[in-house]
Structure formats: C-alpha cells, structure tokens
C-alpha cells in the first residue's frame, strides 16, 4: 500500500523530495537515484542545487540513471533529456556518475544500448530510489498504456497525447520525436523505493485512476499499487479527485 502525502502546495511537494533525497544520502552516500525529467521535478532539482551551493547536502558519492530519452536526439539539443539534467542538475551540483539511456544508439544497436543500460544499472547495485512522475496518460518514464509489467529498458512509440503535452517545449508537434527509449516497468518495479511526485490539477483524473482503479497496465501509473514501497507526494490540486 503506497504512502500518500498531500502537502500544502508544489513547493512543499519539492522540499519534502528533497528532504527525502537529503535523508537517504545520509544513510547511504553512494546511493543509487532514477531520477525524472519534466516540470515537475525542477522543483525538487532547483532544492539539491541549493542545499549543494549551502554545502548542507552531500551529492559527491551518489550515482544516477535517468529514466528516459528521446531517440534519436543529440545529447547536446536542448530539448534532450540529457540536456535537461545538464542544466537543472549536473551543470551544478557533483556527482559520482550519471547516465541516460542512449538517445544516439544507431537503431540496429538500440536492444544493445539498452541491454547496456539494464547492466549499468545492476552493476551500480540496483536503484534505491526511484523518483517519479506521472504523465496524463498514466504513463512512467515512457512507459505508456499496454506497457508490460516486467519489461526492461527498451525503444517505444511515444503517445500522442505525450507528445502533444510535450510541443510547447519543442516549437511545435512535428518537431517532437516519435520514439524514446524508457526503463522498463519492470526497471521501475525492481528499485527499492520509489517517490513519486504529482502536481497540478490536470493530473487529479490519473492519480485517482491510478491510486483507486484496478492494477492494470491499460494505466502504467496503477502497477505502483503491487509495489511494496511507494510514496506519493501531491498538491491538493493533483489530489483533487481521490476520495
Ligand atoms: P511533467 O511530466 O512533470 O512534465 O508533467 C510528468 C511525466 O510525463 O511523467
């Protein structure tokens, strides 16, 4: 059963995240984060990015592994994934090691890119925490409806209502990518702790689907309910429909 936090606004939900990520650096330095690109994490990034410069978080020993990436796209466009943790996080705080899944993997090597990815990730010990969105369609990472629960790392068709959520950033719909590449479910699954954050009130219908509804893959979002250590953290906006 997921923990359910609803604090006061936005800004409470990313100083409660990054308190959550401080307590967990205490104990184990060279935790292992997945960490999430989007609006709704810049919160919580603009706070390590502070406690940092405050010298009153310890990030020197932590490896991190993205959740996703577009692909095909140039690590340096800026509207890459990797591009976006450049300049939210790594351009200002100090990291043992961070990786995304390969956004420039020629597709006849896109299965051994990811299968490389799947390694990084045991080699490094496995996920301790996993912070998280949730997209309007239900989706984790790049995992979108009908996605299996035991998949891995691997190279999906986006859904049109994530790429439509997405044409703002990109000048336009034709201009965001197709394809991405996406930790599995079972990626996601497989971390020991999983955060994760949701705002706004158009968020509000998933969250009740995925948190009240059936498990179901048809709402990537409601496979949260078979894991065994899951907090959510939302604003009142995005809790709005949960009874
Ligand atoms: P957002 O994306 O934070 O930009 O709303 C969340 C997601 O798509 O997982």
Redesign the pocket.
Known sequence: MATLRIAADADAVAEAAADRVAALVRATPAAVLGL?T????LGLYRRLCARHAAGTIDLSRVRCFNLDEYHPIAADDPQSYHAYMRRELFDHVTVAAWRLPDGVAPLAQVDAACSAYEDAIAAAGGIDLQI?????TG???FNEPGASADSRTHRVELHTM?RS?AALRFGGLAAVPTHALTMGMGTILAARRILVLVT?AA?AGIVARALRGAIDPAVPASLLQTHPAVELLLDPAAAAALS
Do not use: E
């Open positions: 999430p989007g609006d709704t994490p998280l969105g949730i997209g309007r989706h984790l990472g994530t959520d706004g968020k």
